[in-house]
Every structure is written in C-alpha cells, then in structure tokens.
C-alpha cells in the first residue's frame, strides 16, 4: 500500500515540474540539453518538454491510485504508454528545438 502512494506523490511531483517547464521556467532541465535552443524557442521548447514531464507524471500517478482502488496487474501496460507518449515529447522539443539529444 505505501509503494502506491509514494507512485502517486512521485508522479504529483513530476507533473508539478512539468508545469513549471511549461510556463517557461527552464532551471529543472540541464544546460547541457537547452543550451542550443535559441531565446525565441525557450517557451515551445518548455512547453514540450515540461509536457512531456507532466504525461509521464499523470501517468505514475493514475498507475498509483488505480492500484490501490483495483486489484488488477495490467495497469502497467497503462504506465509504460503514459512514459512512452512522455518519453516522445521528451524526443521532439530535443530534436527539434536544441538540434539533438545532447
């Protein structure tokens, strides 16, 4: 019981971090991953990156609260599609706002 609610506080935290990334507050990601991402793409970039953070915490959250109203072992089919659809926002601000993964 108390691994999920530690699941649901991680993801609350994840998808806080998220918020603060979309709103243009960029100090959670490494300089080394915004340090090609030119002034004018400082939102977009956030708004990706801090969208995806906010799925992959949605995700570990709904997972962690599932679990404790449904005996049911298949919610982590859910949770690995909530960090892949994360993981791929993730990709796309990198790709395409800082020119790479690093």
Known sequence: MAGFG???????????MGCF?????LTTIH???????????RRSYGR??????????????LTGA???????EGWYAALLAGIAAGLGLILYGQLRYNGGIF
């Open 6 to 16: 530690g699941m649901i506080g991680l993801g609350l935290l994840l998808v806080l």
């Open 21 to 25: 990334n979309m709103g243009g507050n």
């Open 31 to 41: 300089w080394y991953h915004r340090r090609n991402v030119r002034e004018e793409d």
């Open 48 to 61: 990706a990156i801090g969208g995806g953070t906010a799925v992959m915490g949605a995700a570990v959250a």
């Open 66 to 72: 599932l679990q404790l109203a449904l005996p049911w």
